[in-house]
């Protein structure tokens, strides 16, 4: 997600296409918003000029003290404030916001995402154990972490305390009960020697997610996840999760884009970005 509301999101190259192709509801749709967006990314509705029945919107921190989007279908609001370890100060508002979405018969009213990092020994807090919180043992397939070691095991752990914090101590309520995307983007810290480590902290986060019967998904260009990540195995809890693509230039380019490969080998595309006037749009693929 952008760091500032009118900077866009860093557009990726374009992914290699899956066999899926553009389902048989596609043009329709396709047509219905154009008409709502008009081809070119300027013709998208600001605040206030209009009602987009498809679309929807995610907002975070920086639109704190901004009018937010009016008309969304479906609403995805960020739970931190821009670092893996904080608190969106406006998160509160904006939840109230998002319940006022008018609703897409593929897509849950309100979803939440949350930044992701691997910052090793440059942050502020690194894991040492496998409990989380203190007392609190947790299984960690890549175990044991102990003090020192910013390989797997504890990258593993230091996602699995973040997802914890971000559902017990950021105030969201009844937190099993959302979908949790994870932002996974280059301007966090991540290890560029350890993509292995870099994964883990996905797997930790994704297994906290499950625990409490949270659905997971995935954030990310195709340019960003392959130099975070890159690949990833049948066997990891990560290969499963929908994808929710980043990069697209307008409305007919992310309705397009639901054909693009998944982030992961066992995903599908199930959301494509866009941004226009200072604001991230979403479509919910068919």
């Known amino acids: 997600m952008r760091r500032t509301p009118a900077t866009p999101m860093p557009v ?10 553009v389902p048989g509801m596609a043009a329709p749709l396709l047509a219905a918003l154009l008409l709502i967006c008009g081809s070119p990314a300027y013709a998208v509705p600001s605040p206030g000029e209009g009602v987009q029945s498809l679309l929807g ?7 704190c003290n901004t009018a937010f989007p009016t008309g969304q279908a479906f609403a995805i609001v960020g739970v931190n404030n821009g670092l893996a370890n904080t608190t969106n100060p406006c998160l509160a ?3 109230d916001w998002a319940e006022g979405s008018a609703g897409h018969p593929g897509r849950p009213t309100v979803s939440l995402y949350v930044n992701t990092a691997n ?3 440059a942050g502020s807090w690194w894991p040492a154990e496998d409990e989380y919180p203190a007392g609190r043992a947790v299984h960690n397939p890549y175990g044991p972490c102990k003090d020192g070691d910013y390989g797997k095991a504890c990258a593993y752990m230091y996602g699995f305390a973040k997802a914890y914090d971000d559902a017990h101590h950021r105030g969201i309520s009844n937190p099993g009960s959302y979908v949790w ?3 996974v983007e280059t301007e966090n810290s991540w290890s560029y020697t350890d993509k292995d480590a870099n994964r883990t902290v996905l797997e930790g986060m994704t297994d906290f997610f499950h625990s409490i019967g949270a659905q997971v998904g995935i954030y990310s260009s195709g340019r960003q996840w392959d130099q975070i990540v890159g690949t990833v195995s049948g ?7 929908p994808s929710w693509l980043a990069g697209s230039r307008n409305a007919s380019g992310a309705a397009m884009a639901c054909s693009h490969a998944p982030l992961t080998g066992g995903g599908e595309v199930e959301l494509t970005q866009f ?6 749009y979403n479509y919910s693929c068919p």
């Open 12 to 21: 990726s190259r374009a992914p290699a296409r899956s066999t899926r192709s």
């Open 57 to 63: 919107n995610d907002i975070s921190w920086p639109q």
């Open 93 to 95: 508002e904006q939840l």
């Open 119 to 121: 910052p090793g020994a």
């Open 181 to 183: 995307w994870l932002d």
């Open 235 to 241: 066997s990891s809890n990560l290969y499963s999760l």
């Open 275 to 280: 941004v226009s006037r200072g604001f991230d």
